[in-house]
């Protein structure tokens, strides 16, 4: 054998493979290599934190420049047109509206009112089904999904919101078998607590996952972030009788 032959190259070992950049495609097709499974969500971000799976960017578009200026000419005269015209018609509407919505809430009959005597039954049935979704996908990469309670996970507020939703369900029930104003006050507090902490988890979630390459958001956490909104609502609306009605419901 020659020599120019004797010194062929030798294949990359795990750790400069390991050291290279690739997509999500080829990692992903590495690592079943390499462990003969799916990676999980948590092995992924490593390797995304690691640098080992390039992230993907768009290509710049050479014609954004030319709609950001246009967008700020379009800008400018729209905050001209608003200071002339605009502001002064949105004070008057205001005014109009408060007077309208100060009416509907001494209306018995109004649809504000109607809506109100409904939230005893619309909280908990939004409370329940944001519990539900905590146990459906809220991401998948590559065919395996998970949810708020998934192993694979590091840090997770399932519990948390989980804890908030059945305590919102505890003082509805209480508000509609006992009548009494300390639960209205909590079932109140409650549902904008529970809410506010789903809408955050939620609606955040679904921003960090679309940032990643090759994971996709699932149905668990886009049900979550519009009953959390419910909840909240809800909430706001229980605590909204309260100052109609300040003399009901004294049983505490």
């Given at each position: 054998m020659s020599e120019n032959q004797s010194q062929a190259p030798e294949p990359q070992s795990r750790e400069q493979h390991a050291g290279q950049t690739m997509s999500a495609e080829q990692w992903a097709a590495?690592?079943?290599?390499?462990?003969?499974?799916?990676?999980?969500?948590?092995?992924?971000q490593e390797a995304l934190r690691l640098g080992h799976v390039a992230s993907e960017r768009r290509p710049r578009d050479p014609s954004i420049q030319q709609?950001?200026?246009?967008?700020?000419?379009?800008?400018a005269g729209a905050r001209n047109l608003y200071e002339a015209k605009v502001a002064p018609a949105a004070q008057s509407a205001a005014h109009s509206a408060k007077?309208?919505?100060d009416e509907q809430r001494q209306d018995p009959k109004s649809s504000l009112q109607l809506w109100i005597?409904?939230?005893?039954?619309?909280?908990?049935?939004?409370?329940?089904?944001?519990?539900?979704s905590l146990f459906l996908p809220i991401a998948s990469i590559r065919r395996v999904s998970v949810n708020f309670f998934s192993r694979q996970l590091e840090q997770s507020d399932g519990g948390i919101i989980l804890?908030?939703?059945?305590?919102?369900?505890?003082s509805s029930i209480a508000t509609l078998v006992m009548k009494a104003k300390w639960a209205?006050?909590?079932?109140?507090?409650s549902g904008v607590?529970?809410?506010?902490?789903?809408?955050?988890?939620?609606?955040?979630?679904?921003?960090?996952?679309s940032s990643l390459s090759g994971a996709s958001i699932g149905i668990g956490l886009v049900i979550l972030a519009l009953l959390s909104v419910v909840v909240a609502a809800c909430g706001v609306l229980v605590l909204m009788s309260l100052r109609r009605a300040p003399n009901t419901a004294q049983n505490e």
């Open positions: 590495a690592f079943q290599q390499e462990h003969h499974r799916e990676p999980t969500m948590a092995e992924y709609m950001a200026d246009g967008a700020r000419q379009v800008a007077a309208a919505f005597t409904r939230v005893p039954l619309i909280l908990p049935a939004a409370a329940f089904l944001s519990i539900i804890f908030l939703m059945l305590v919102v369900i505890g209205r006050i909590t079932t109140g507090a607590a529970a809410g506010l902490v789903g809408m955050i988890n939620g609606f955040g979630n679904m921003a960090s996952i």
